[in-house]
């Protein structure tokens, strides 16, 4: 079975620093890597989603993630956050034939202080 | 288009009571999912429906059931609340032929048990 592990529950950064939110996997077979985006008080949207193809993967909102196969890993990078970037981002896996089931982790709170 | 809607937004119930979580989205999707929210675990699945007409347990799905009523709609259902599903719930839908597929989400219900 997959898993999926967010290094830090929480990360507090200034406005217009860069952030990286950690993400690692565990798969023996291949997957398919997503970002979500949590508003206080709203349901999810992606940011963005690695199928195949460039490792280097670019979402909305400024965001980008990379793929590294051989350190099972899938950051999040944004090279200068807005206090409008708070919010809670999680890490999710799909095995690429397994009906879309989604397995998150458990979620980094990115706080943008003034 | 409304996308994914989910009621009520709130509920209190005492332990032991009953109530059903309603969600239909707009969007012609076949796959519809519902997931629980609880601090530091993310969201972990509860029960699933591949297409109309089907449905499967997902990771937690004791204490639950649900009923896909037609293509829109997958209502979850709590017969007998226990404080352990104090929870946002969330239900979310997929085009089930969309690689990878994107999941789109409501905008939860937080349900609190007495």
New interface residues.
């Given amino acids: 079975a997959q898993s999926?592990t967010?290094l830090d529950?929480q990360v507090p950064v200034f406005e217009e620093a860069p952030v990286e939110l950690r993400c690692n996997y565990s798969s023996s077979v291949s997957v398919?890597l997503?970002w979500?985006v949590q508003y206080p008080?709203?349901?999810?949207?992606?940011l963005l989603?690695y199928?195949s193809g460039s490792t280097l993967v670019k979402g909305i909102n400024g965001f980008e993630a990379e793929f590294n196969k051989s350190q099972t890993s899938f950051h999040l990078r944004k090279p200068s956050v807005h206090i409008s970037d708070t919010a809670e981002y999680?890490c999710?896996v799909?095995l690429?034939n397994a009906?879309?089931?989604?397995t998150?982790?458990?979620?980094t709170r990115l706080m943008v202080k003034p | 288009n409304a996308g994914v809607t989910q009621t009520p937004k709130f509920q209190v119930l005492k332990t032991g009571q009953s109530m059903t979580l309603q969600c239909a989205q707009d969007m012609n999707h076949n796959s519809m999912y519902w997931y629980r929210q609880d601090p530091g675990m993310g969201l972990r699945l509860i029960y699933y429906s591949a297409s109309e007409g089907t449905t499967d347990k997902g990771e937690v799905p004791n204490g639950y059931n649900v009923s896909r009523l037609n293509k829109r709609e997958f209502s979850l259902r709590l017969e007998s609340a226990a404080p352990s599903q104090t929870s946002v719930y969330f239900c979310a839908s997929t085009l089930s032929t969309d690689r990878g597929g994107t999941q789109y989400f409501g905008p939860g219900t937080r349900l609190t048990v007495l």
Avoid: H, I, P, R
């Fill in positions: 999926v967010q529950s398919y997503f979500y008080n709203q349901g999810l949207q992606l989603k199928l999680f999710a799909t690429n009906g879309n089931m989604l998150f982790g458990g979620g």
